[in-house]
């Protein structure tokens, strides 16, 4: 009799403990969507340090929008979607980092060797073209 005993002790411990597992994984999707969330809040703030609304306004703006979308998500409950929204608007914040650094190089760089406006680095004027015989 203390064999059944057992076994319906152990049943009933094993049943409490998927039920605790349960529970704990039906939080998870709101720790996870608050850690997305987080992140992609993260990404966004370091690639505006970077001026990467100036340089890569899309995929900037992008980000921006995304994030705003996942945080209203979150609040709506829907967490697994709202972790997707916030995957996309890290992906978007990283990519405008990207193409932020690479529009800053090619401005500096326009800068460096362009004509000053001054007219002091200007190159001469081509001379103007006058025939010298009219045929």
């Known amino acids: 009799m203390t064999t059944s005993k057992r076994t319906h002790g152990s049943v009933a411990r094993r049943l409490a403990i998927v039920a605790v597992m349960v529970a704990a994984a039906a939080g998870c999707g709101s720790v996870g969507a608050s850690t997305a969330i987080t992140d992609a ?7 505006k340090q970077q001026k ?5 306004v899309y ?6 929008i995304y994030l705003q979308k996942a945080k209203k998500l979150n609040g709506m409950g829907h967490y697994q979607v709202a972790q997707e ?3 996309v608007s890290s992906e978007a ?3 405008s980092l990207d193409v932020a650094r690479i529009n800053k190089d090619q401005a500096a760089r326009r ?5 000053k406006k001054d007219g002091k680095d200007a190159a ?4 103007g073209f006058t025939p010298s015989d009219p045929r």
């Open 41 to 47: 809040t993260r990404d966004l703030r370091e690639a």
């Open 52 to 56: 990467a609304d100036e340089f890569a």
């Open 59 to 64: 995929y900037y703006t992008r980000a921006d």
């Open 85 to 87: 929204y916030a995957r």
């Open 93 to 95: 914040a990283a990519k």
């Open 111 to 115: 800068d460096k060797f362009a004509p």
């Open 124 to 127: 001469p004027a081509a001379p």
